[in-house]
């Protein structure tokens, strides 16, 4: 297609050149977010795993106002199967990543979890973010056998930045995603094979709770910022609340909601497509590397499961910008750094509001540790597009990439 695109912007570059692809094929911005989000439990899967889960916002022109998709991983309940050292999150990826394209997909969702079958199965390079992630846990995370045979090199030493990533038991677990459908993964065969791998890595998943696992489609609370309407995730709602929707204000009150876990918990992720649908999400696996074992023989890295020991749930922060009256797209933006995150996200979006480009936004109102991806569009989508601009924090390894093909 030539033309405008949309825009995407990531925090692991791979994931973006997806979305970028997808878009660039006629697909829709929830399309480019579902096939990028697969593509992170391949190249990212310290912070966004099919063992892990997050939450969206979408907006799509054509079916009113922005929508909210929850799928975080799921806290357990009653008691725990015996041997359960590390009790593993309930898995909401694939169940969430299927109720966001019923939200406005166009292709088939089984393509788009080719694109992360094939990366897992020929293999990938170790992107920076990646690597960074796997530097800072290599200790206790090759600990795990699963863990190792896809972290380590041949020599035992964790993989560095470049070196080839293969995992042919999760390009198998995505194609029987891609063949069969999520539901196998949460009442089938699947669920089946996960509930015993994951009792063996000290999870303690049963089908019964699997079955239990569904995401929620809910109205996005939403507060008006002059002519337009910003929907949020719930705690950068209260961040903007808090700060009247004043930039200044807003970062006023990060001491407040500083500290809590380290800034790879979670990951961000912004997509918009020519026709001015919007999504912006927010991935987690609540600890980096969840609890960093991996279910073997499906490749699941698990995630860790919420009010479980030290673990805490972890703030999903991401926020998306609209006009009601001209059914257009104005801006998105989601973040990562766990309680820093709600107020970096509301900070950014006041910034993009008053006119300011994104990378300009995230370098004056992000505060450590969280880490921002945002797309911005001053004249909206529909309306001027080529006034619409992507941008990832350039304190991590993202991208952002929007504008026309020709």
């Known amino acids: 297609m030539r033309g405008f695109l949309g825009g995407v912007a990531a925090e692991e570059p791979r994931a973006a050149l997806v979305a970028r692809e997808v878009l660039s094929s006629g697909g829709s911005a929830t399309d480019a977010a579902v096939a990028a989000a697969f593509t992170l439990t391949v190249t990212l899967p310290s912070r966004a795993g099919l063992g892990g889960g997050g939450a969206c916002l979408v907006f799509e022109p054509r079916r009113g ?50 694109d992360a079958e094939r990366l897992a199965r020929l293999g990938a390079p170790v992107s920076r973010a990646f690597a960074q992630d796997l530097a800072a846990v290599r200790g206790p995370l090759l600990a795990d056998p699963g863990a190792r045979a896809v972290f380590a090199r041949a020599d035992g030493a964790v993989l560095a930045e470049g070196d080839q990533l293969t995992q042919p038991d999760l390009s198998t677990t995505l194609a029987t995603l891609r063949v ?28 019964e709770e699997l079955r239990t696992g569904l995401a929620q489609v809910a109205a996005a609370p939403q507060l008006r910022a002059g002519n337009d309407v910003v929907a949020f995730l719930p705690d950068p709602g209260e961040a903007w609340q808090r700060g009247g929707g004043n930039a200044t204000q807003i970062l006023a009150s990060a001491g407040a909601m500083g500290g809590g876990l380290p800034v790879g918990a979670s990951t961000g992720l912004v997509t918009l497509d020519r026709d001015g649908g919007g999504v912006a999400c927010a991935f987690t696996m609540n600890n980096l590397f969840g609890t960093g074992r991996v279910a073997q023989g499906t490749g699941i890295l698990l995630a860790a499961a919420p009010g479980q020991g030290a673990v805490a749930p972890v703030p999903l922060a991401a926020a998306l910008a609209s006009n009601g009256n001209l059914r257009a797209f104005r801006a998105a933006v989601a973040g990562s750094g766990q309680q820093a995150a709600p107020v970096a996200v509301a900070a950014v ?33 529909p309306g001027r597009p080529e006034d619409c601009a992507a941008a ?3 304190r991590g390894a993202g991208i952002g990439l929007a504008g026309a093909e020709r």
């Open 392 to 394: 990832s924090d350039p």
């Open 180 to 207: 069969s459908g999520v539901g196998d993964l949460y009442q089938g065969a699947l669920a089946r094979r996960l509930e015993v791998t994951s009792e063996r890595a000290g999870g303690g998943l049963t089908t």
């Open 65 to 114: 106002g922005p929508e909210a998709i929850l799928f975080p991983p799921g806290a357990r309940s009653g008691a725990l199967p015996a041997g359960t050292d590390r009790p593993a999150a309930l898995p909401m990826m694939a169940r969430g990543l299927f109720a966001l394209h019923t939200r406005g997909g166009r292709r088939p969702f089984e393509e788009l979890v080719a």
């Open 349 to 381: 979006m006041a910034q993009l509001l008053g006119g300011v480009a994104p990378s300009q936004a995230i370098a004056a109102a992000a505060p450590e540790p969280a880490r921002v991806v945002a797309i911005s569009c001053p004249r909206y989508v």
